[in-house]
């Protein structure tokens, strides 16, 4: 990703923060790559991702 676009908003509660991912948008030479859902990290505990990812005229590759 060249450049990253969009809107983040976050909370905390008093058992987790929580990040709001809107609109955000990764762009590169070749394609665009629009992302949206939440990050629930409670504390103590494991992180819990409900993400939304579009990809659009790209190549997927596995990373080792």
């Known amino acids: 990703m060249t450049q990253l676009k ?3 908003s976050w909370q ?3 058992q987790k923060w929580q990040v709001m ?3 955000l948008q990764g762009f590169d030479n070749q394609m665009k ?3 949206s859902g ?4 409670p504390q103590g505990g ?3 991702s ?3 990812v579009t990809l659009r005229n ?6 080792p």
């Open 38 to 41: 939440c990050v629930d990290i």
């Open 21 to 23: 991912i809107k609109k």
């Open 46 to 48: 494991v992180p819990y």
């Open 6 to 8: 969009g809107h983040l």
């Open 12 to 14: 905390r509660t008093d």
């Open 50 to 52: 409900n993400l939304k």
């Open 58 to 63: 790209g190549q997927l590759s596995q990373i």
């Open 33 to 35: 790559v629009p992302v």
